[in-house]
C-alpha cells in the first residue's frame, strides 16, 4: 500500500474520509461489506465518523453483503451500499449485483482496485471492471466508473447516486485506486441525490382512458422498481374506481394488497393456470411498471412477444426498456411515483363497467387457489398459514430460489407496500442464497418489525454463514426456516421432466440445521410433522434473539409425488416409454 498524503488546511482529509461524508450527506447510515486491504482509508473514515450514525456491517461473505445491500435497496428505496476489495471480492459480489440490475433495485457497489501506479500490469487480484461490469441492457450494472483523481471523488459518488435512482432504478458500480483513497482533498461532499421524475403526458392518459373504456376484459399487471408507499396507495385508488383486476408481476406481490377484492393474484412461476388463461383472454393489459420479462410473461406466452394478441398499455419508467420486446398499442415513459397518482386521477366510468363480472370472477379464482388439500406429514401450505396467522402483520419474508418458495408466493397474503412498508424481499434474478443475507439485512436496518426467512436446504446452506454477522451485530426479531428435503429440488423436477428416473447431480448431504444454528448462538428446533411447527413458531417468537426452524420432508414433498408422477409419466411419452418403464 502507498504512504498516505497528510491532509493539509482545515478542510483536507483523506480522501477515504471525504467519501464517508459523502456517505453521510446521502442519508446513508449502514453499509454492508468484507473489508479489503485496498479500501483501508475508507474503514479509517468510517472509524472517524463513528459517531455520526454511519456503521460499516461486516459480512462473512461477499455474495452475502451484496445481497444485503440489495435488499437494503428494496426497503429504503434508496441505494444498497457495498463495499468489497479488488479481485476475489468483486467476483463474489457479482451475484448481488446481478439481482439488482434484474431486480431494478438501487444499489451501488464500491470496489477497491490496485494502485494508479500497478494498472494494466495483471497487478496481485486486478481487474478491469468497465469490461466486467460494463453498462448494457443485459449486464450488471447502469454505470461503472473509476476515480482517479480525489478531487473528482465527491461528484462521482453523487453520480453514482443520481444513476442508481433515475428512469429505471438500478446498481452502479465505483471503482477506487487504493492510492487515491490515501490522497488529501479539500473537495466538498455535494448535496442528497433525488430522481428526476417523468410524468405522463397528458395526451397518453387520455389515449389509456379511452381505450379503458372501450375494454371488455381488462387486466393490471404491477411490478418492477420505483414504487413509493404512495404510489402503492394511489394504484389501489385508480383500481377501486375503475373496478379493475390486479395481479403482481414475479416477486413483486407487496405492491397491491393481497387481501383486497381486486386482487387476481401473482403472475410469476407456478401461476395460478385460471390467471394465466384469465391474462390471455385478456382484452387489454395494463403493465404498470414490469419490464414483462420471462417469468412475468410465462416464457413470453401469456403476452405473445414482439406482438401479444391482447391490447397493451406498457408504462415504465425506463425509456430504453419500452418497446424492447413488446411491440405495444400504447407506450408511456413515466415513474411510478407519478404514474400511479397519475392514474388514479383518471376520470371512472360514470356506471357499472362492463367488465364487473370478469373483475368478481378473478378474485374468486384466487380465493379457490388458495385452498389446498393436506399433505403429511409435514404440510407446508398449513406451514405458512399459520405464519400468517401468528406473525405481525409487517413482517418481511424472504426467499432466494427454489420449489420451496411457491409455498409462500401461493399461500401467504402480502400487505400492500403503503400499508406496512416493503414486506417481500425475494430475487426475481432467481438467485440462490438470497433469501438468508436479505433477512438478516431487514432485521439489522428495521429492528421493529420480524423478518422470516423461507430457505431451501441447497438455498440456504449457499449464504448460511451469514448467521454469524446477525448474532454478532445483535439481530433478535429474526426467524429461519429451512425447507429441507435433501435435495435441489427444482432442478430434480426438470431432470424428472426431461430425463425420468435418471436423476444425477441433485441429491444433497446435509448437516443437521439446527445444530449448525446453535452453534452460531441462535435458538433453533427440528419439525418432522404439521401439528410441531406452532409450538416452534411460539418458541421462535418467544426467544431472546434469532431461530431457525429445520422442516425435515421427503425428498417428493417439494415438488409433490402426483406432480412428479405427471412429470415422468409426460417425459416418458415424450420419449417414447411405455408408461411402466
Not at 308 to 313: D, K
Not at 362 to 382: G, I, K, T
Request: aromatic letters at 8%; hydrophobic letters at 45%; charged letters at 20%.
Amino acid at each position: 500500500m502507498k504512504s498516505s498524503s497528510q491532509p493539509r488546511g482545515s478542510d483536507a482529509r483523506l480522501a477515504g474520509h471525504a467519501l464517508v461524508e459523502a456517505l453521510i450527506a446521502q442519508g446513508v447510515t449502514d453499509v454492508f461489506g468484507v473489508p479489503g486491504e485496498s479500501y483501508l482509508a475508507v474503514l479509517d473514515g468510517f472509524h472517524e465518523h463513528r459517531d455520526r450514525g454511519i456503521r460499516f456491517i461486516a459480512c462473512r461473505q461477499e455474495g452475502g453483503a451484496a445481497f444485503m445491500a440489495e435488499a437494503q435497496g428494496k426497503l429504503t428505496g434508496r441505494p444498497g451500499i457495498c463495499f468489497v476489495t479488488r479481485g476475489p471480492g468483486a467476483t463474489n459480489a457479482s451475484i448481488g449485483l446481478h439481482t439488482a440490475f434484474q431486480d431494478s433495485t438501487p444499489m451501488i457497489l464500491f470496489i477497491g482496485q490496485v494502485a494508479s501506479d500497478q494498472r494494466d500490469r495483471e497487478a496481485f487480484q486486478e481487474l478491469d471492471y468497465r469490461q466486467m461490469f460494463g453498462p448494457g441492457t443485459l449486464g450488471f450494472a447502469k454505470w461503472v466508473g473509476e476515480v482517479q483523481d480525489a478531487d473528482r471523488l465527491p461528484e462521482y459518488v453523487a453520480r453514482a447516486f443520481h444513476t442508481a435512482l433515475q428512469g429505471r432504478p438500478g446498481p452502479v458500480v465505483l471503482v477506487l485506486p487504493e492510492d487515491m483513497l490515501t490522497r488529501a482533498t479539500t473537495a466538498p461532499v455535494l448535496p442528497r441525490a433525488e430522481p428526476a421524475l417523468a410524468w405522463p403526458a397528458p395526451a397518453a392518459l387520455a389515449a389509456l382512458r379511452e381505450r379503458l373504456l372501450a375494454a371488455r376484459r381488462p387486466f393490471v399487471i404491477a411490478g418492477g422498481g420505483g414504487w413509493t408507499p404512495e404510489a402503492c396507495a394511489a394504484l389501489q385508488r385508480f383500481a377501486e374506481s375503475w373496478r379493475l383486476p390486479v395481479g403482481c408481476a414475479f416477486r413483486f406481490q407487496d405492491l397491491f394488497d393481497n387481501r383486497h377484492e381486486l386482487y387476481a393474484g401473482d403472475v410469476g412461476i407456478g401461476i395460478n393456470p385460471k390467471l394465466a388463461a384469465r391474462i390471455k383472454e385478456a382484452d387489454l393489459i395494463l403493465a404498470l411498471g414490469p419490464r414483462l420479462g420471462e417469468m412475468t410473461t410465462g416464457g413470453y406466452t401469456l403476452l405473445q412477444a414482439p406482438r401479444p394478441a391482447q391490447q397493451l398499455v406498457h408504462i415504465h419508467a425506463g425509456a430504453e426498456e419500452l418497446g424492447r420486446v413488446y411491440a405495444a398499442d400504447l407506450l408511456i415513459n413515466a415513474s411510478m411515483a407519478c404514474a400511479a397518482p397519475a392514474l388514479a386521477g383518471l376520470a371512472p366510468p360514470e356506471r357499472e363497467p362492463a367488465w364487473a363480472d370478469w373483475t368478481r370472477q378473478a378474485q374468486a379464482d384466487y380465493q379457490a387457489n388458495h385452498e389446498a388439500p393436506p399433505v403429511e406429514p409435514l404440510d407446508l401450505a398449513r406451514v405458512i398459514k399459520t405464519l400468517d396467522r401468528l406473525m405481525p402483520e409487517d413482517t418481511i419474508y424472504t426467499n432466494g430460489a427454489g420449489n420451496y418458495s411457491g409455498w409462500l408466493h401461493r399461500y401467504h397474503r402480502y400487505p400492500a407496500l403503503h400499508q406496512v412498508g416493503r414486506n417481500q424481499l425475494a430475487p426475481t434474478s432467481g438467485a440462490m442464497g438470497y433469501g438468508v443475507p436479505a433477512a438478516v439485512a431487514a432485521a439489522l436496518l428495521e429492528p421493529g418489525r420480524w423478518a422470516v426467512n423461507i430457505a431451501g436446504d441447497g438455498d440456504f446452506l449457499m449464504s448460511g454463514q451469514e448467521l454469524a454477522t446477525a448474532t454478532g451485530y445483535g439481530a433478535r426479531k429474526l426467524i429461519s426456516i429451512v425447507v429441507d428435503n435433501g435435495t435441489y429440488g427444482t432442478i430434480r423436477m426438470h431432470q424428472e421432466r426431461e430425463y425420468p428416473g435418471r436423476v444425477s447431480g441433485s441429491d444433497l448431504f446435509n448437516p443437521d440445521f439446527a445444530a449448525l444454528a446453535r452453534a452460531y448462538g441462535w435458538q433453533a428446533q427440528r419439525v418432522d410433522a404439521t401439528a410441531g411447527f406452532e409450538p416452534a413458531l411460539r418458541a421462535a417468537l418467544a426467544a431472546d434473539g434469532p431461530s431457525l426452524i429445520h422442516l425435515k420432508l421427503d425428498a417428493d414433498v417439494s415438488t409433490s409425488r402426483s406432480t412428479l408422477s405427471a412429470i415422468r409419466a409426460a417425459a416418458r411419452q415424450r420419449l417414447g416409454q411405455s408408461a411402466d418403464e
